[in-house]
């Protein structure tokens, strides 16, 4: 058998793997999105697949159990957002104020809550603006 040597595309970042299927139920409504990761249903429920890959909470920190699930949910509308497939001016601030509420949920203390939200919302996270969510690389 004859190996082929071809180049492989990957992204660079995710430090996370979903080892379950994840379901949720958020404020973005009226929206649908199929992915091979997530699916978002009209009523606002978010559904991210089992192997879903992120990085985490973004920025100058460090991750905790009380930012793991606001990241992913987080990340996955940022990913929707810069790829165009949900509106960013109509829905980028429940996304942030989303995650600040998913922090206290964990447990997250208020005030770190709160200057995380001030974080994302400085950062413009999800804007299509920035660019594509993840370069595609290429090796070798």
């Not at 990957?10 to 958020?26: F, N, S, V």
């Not at 991750?63 to 990241?71: G, I, L, Q």
């Not at 939200?117 to 660019?131: I, K, L, R, T, Y």
Request: contains cysteine; proline residues 5%.
């Amino acid at each position: 058998m004859r190996w082929r040597l071809d180049k492989i595309k990957y992204w660079k970042g995710p430090k996370y793997q979903l080892a379950e299927t994840y379901i949720c139920q958020t404020p973005i409504v009226g929206e649908r999105i199929e992915d091979d990761f997530f699916t978002l249903q009209e009523d606002g429920t978010l559904i991210v697949n089992k192997g879903y890959a992120w990085d985490g909470a973004s920025g100058p920190t460090y991750d905790t159990k009380t930012s793991m699930r606001p990241s992913l949910v987080h990340d996955v509308f940022c990913q929707a957002m810069r790829d165009k497939r949900l509106s960013y001016a109509k829905w980028q601030d429940k996304v942030n104020d989303l995650f600040e509420q998913l922090c206290r949920e964990d447990g997250m203390w208020g005030w770190r809550a709160g200057l995380w939200h001030s974080a994302v919302e400085f950062a413009d996270c999800g804007n299509p603006e920035q660019g594509p969510d993840r370069e595609i690389k290429e090796a070798p």
